[in-house]
């Protein structure tokens, strides 16, 4: 899997696919204030940037990727990314 689940973060590492975003889904309903880790992200599908914008869960790093990370900053809040 290309979404490593730690105890309060969820990884994701490489190519991120579909595959992965119930998984996402079911990790962020139970860790409410569970945070993502995108720095090393290189793509993900659409449907996981759809949940991580559906749920605005705390990023702790956004990807290289300058679109996808710019995508992720302008639709989380400022105070969702953690430095």
Known sequence: MAIRFARTHAHFEGRCAVEEALALVEFLRKHPRG???LGKCTSMHGALLQVILATRPIVSSLPPDPLLAAL??????????SA
């Open 35 to 37: 945070k993502v880790a």
């Open 72 to 81: 992720i900053a302008a639709a989380v809040t400022p105070d969702l990314i």
